[in-house]
Nanobody, 127 residues
Framework: QVQLVESGGGLVQAGGSLRLSCAAV????????VGWFRQVPGKERELVAA????????EYPESVKGRVTISRDSSETAVFLQMNSLKPEDTAVYYC????????????????????WGQGTQVTVSS
């Protein structure tokens, strides 16, 4: 069973950048779509970015579009989230998640289509 391990979170000033990494331990991302989500206390976990199983399609909500980029490592054992022009409202715990193999395309916002989740990494953006 694959374990997802996030890293790269931390404290950054507004306007700064961070690059989050998600490693697939004991497995790989080959053939799976992957998403990055974030959650703040008292709110629903929300999609930040998703990448299709082939890497040919990326989904970004309007709240982050133009500021974040999701990518897959060629070895298919890591997925990255590059975040630029960070804002205080980006402060959250960030999670990566792997979709079920049957979910090839579309519906990236539905959390129940993601079967494996990491433990999360905290991102704090100071004003």
């Amino acid at each position: 069973q694959v374990q997802l391990v996030e890293s790269g979170g931390g404290l950054v000033q507004a306007g700064g950048s961070l690059r989050l990494s998600c490693a697939a331990v004991g497995g790989s991302f080959q053939g799976y779509s992957v998403g990055w989500f974030r959650q703040v206390p008292g709110k629903e976990r929300e999609l930040v970015a998703a990448i299709s199983w082939r890497g040919s399609y990326r989904e970004y909500p309007e709240s982050v579009k133009g500021r974040v980029t999701i990518s897959r490592d060629s070895s298919e054992t890591a997925v990255f989230l590059q975040m630029n022009s960070l804002k205080p409202e980006d402060t959250a715990v960030y999670y990566c998640a792997q979709r079920g193999r049957q979910y090839l395309n579309g519906d990236y916002y539905t959390k129940s289509t993601y079967h494996y989740w990491g433990q999360g990494t905290q991102v704090t953006v100071s004003s």
